[in-house]
């Protein structure tokens, strides 16, 4: 199965000019203007088309042309094809040209995509016997406390002092 296939959400993206997280945000600014944030949120397809497009030199046309080529996989991985005129109307805008190099670049790059091997997903490899350490189940209900403090050591480092760091690794396993 394609990756791609598994997904089928529309995805957006917000980004806060000045670089603050959600949660730093939210603390410093408060919930109107997280609220605010989200309300300018936009297409994944059309940040990533953006941001792609911006590392090209428009004023050239070869930089147009670079700027279309480098763009089209991204039109040719929509699969909602009713979206697909729209973000070729975009793509044109953003670049500055005419639509229909824009349809030509792409519909060139979808041939090409089509001739070469999809990613699919791979099972990871069964764990090769006598390879170390046993690992324990992960499903084991009697190690979630384990597994919630290292959560909470990883996400917030901060609420641990020096004294933790002297605490030594032991791993202990029941047969």
Sequence with gaps: MC???????????????TGLDPCDLLM???????????ARRIPLYRYV????????DLDRADGRVAAIR???PLVTSIR?????????RELSQVVGTDVDLVRR?????????????????????????????????PADVSLSAE?????LALQHPD?????????????LYTS
């Design 28 to 38: 410093q600014r408060g919930p109107e203007a997280v609220r605010e944030l989200v």
């Design 147 to 151: 597994r919630g403090f290292l959560k």
């Design 3 to 17: 990756i791609r296939d598994r997904f089928s959400s529309q995805t957006y993206v917000a980004v806060e000019p």
């Design 159 to 171: 609420l641990f002092n020096e004294e933790w760091d002297q605490v030594e690794v032991c791993l």
């Design 49 to 56: 088309m953006e941001n792609t497009v911006s590392q090209f």
């Design 80 to 88: 909602d094809q009713s979206l697909v005129d729209g973000y070729l």
């Design 105 to 137: 670049e792409v519909s060139h790059t979808r041939r090409q995509h089509r001739s070469e091997p999809q990613l699919t997903i791979v099972p990871p490899p069964e764990p090769q016997q006598g390879s170390g350490i046993p690992w324990p189940d």
């Design 70 to 72: 480098a763009a089209a």
